[in-house]
């Protein structure tokens, strides 16, 4: 079946910093990958998500590009905030739809 | 829009104790989720329903974990008896189904269980 791993946190860095979360897949098939992220005390969100090869993903200024030939799908953000601090969970989905995710990365953004 | 509800957010038990977990999903999302989250772990799929049918609980112990979704919108997830080993977060999610793949999950904020 589908795994995903994903960089082990925390990730602590200071404002305005560049971000990566390193995440790979191993898959059957075309899945859609996904990034959720969880704030503190809430539910998990749909950060941004891309369907096939080579598609981008962007929301928020988080970006991800679905590499088919590494098979990964590596979250960036050129300059974080504080507000950006939270959980990071890479996912992918199978052919019946079922979500995969990663172990998450918590990401620690300082003043 | 509403989100999805789910209550309680807190449970302490002691083991061997049942215990029952509510889902409000949003409204006209005919797949619903349970997933199991274990501290420093990504969520993991316990049961998924498409309206009042379990269509995938592979994952989820029938020995001990009952679910149910009468009349395809609330769903309750019971655990009878608890173990030490059940203390988790378990997450409620819903989606409007049709397309599998890119069908976006909504999630709730979850009930943490402590089992003592």
């Known amino acids: 079946g589908n795994s995903v791993t994903q960089m082990e946190g925390p990730v602590t860095l200071s404002e305005e910093a560049f971000l990566t979360i390193n995440c790979t897949y191993t898959?059957?098939?075309?899945?859609?990958l996904f990034w959720y992220v969880q704030y503190p005390g809430e539910g998990l969100q749909l950060l941004l998500k891309?369907?096939?090869?080579?598609d981008k993903g962007s929301n928020k200024g988080f970006e991800a590009t679905y590499r088919k030939e590494t098979t990964s799908f590596h979250l960036e953000k050129g300059s974080v905030q504080v507000s950006d601090s939270a959980v990071y969970f890479c996912?992918?989905?199978?052919?019946?739809?079922?979500?995969?995710f990663g172990a998450g990365t918590q990401v620690v953004v300082t003043p | 829009e509403a989100g999805v509800v789910q209550s309680p957010r807190y449970k302490i038990i002691e083991k061997k104790q049942p215990v029952a977990f509510w889902c409000n999903p949003i409204?006209?999302?005919?797949?619903l989720y349970w997933y199991l989250q274990n501290l420093g772990q990504g969520p993991e799929l316990l049961i998924r329903?498409?309206?009042?049918?379990?269509?995938?609980d592979s994952q989820l112990p029938k020995d001990r974990f009952s679910a149910e979704r009468l009349k395809g919108v609330d769903s309750t997830l019971k655990i009878q008896p608890a173990e030490l080993g059940d203390s988790a977060v378990y997450l409620c999610?819903?989606?409007?189904?049709?397309?599998?793949?890119?069908?976006?999950?909504?999630f709730g904020p979850g009930t943490r269980l402590t089992v003592l």
């Open positions: 996912a992918s989905t199978d052919s019946w739809g079922k979500l995969q």
């Open positions: 898959a059957t098939g075309y899945p859609s």
């Open positions: 891309a369907t096939k090869a080579d």
């Open positions: 409204s006209g999302h005919n797949t």
């Open positions: 329903y498409e309206n009042e049918e379990a269509v995938d």
């Open positions: 999610a819903s989606s409007l189904g049709g397309d599998r793949i890119n069908n976006e999950q909504f």
